[in-house]
């Protein structure tokens, strides 16, 4: 799917998958991707909506819901 939003364009097919969010019935709800310029993105499976978000989100958001995924993504984290 591609979408051009704010000039830029976003393309899950040639963007890094990074995780994909299964609702509590084990339905697919979103994927996060990663562009190769390192732009992150959430596809809204449902509405089939891109939506872009920061970097700083896309940490927030990984260090959250998914430990390894951060790490693929960003490395270790400094400790507290």
């Known amino acids: ?16 998958l990074i995780i994909s969010e299964v609702g509590s019935g084990g ?12 732009a992150f993105f959430f596809l809204l499976i449902a509405s089939e909506e891109i939506v872009p978000i920061s970097e700083a989100e896309c940490r927030e958001w990984l260090g959250l819901f998914n430990y390894n995924a951060y790490v693929s993504v960003f490395g270790e984290p400094q400790k507290a």
């Open 27 to 38: 339905t697919l709800i979103k994927r996060l991707y990663m562009t190769e310029n390192r």
């Open 1 to 16: 799917m591609k979408k051009v939003i704010k000039n830029l364009l976003y393309d899950t097919d040639t963007a890094r």
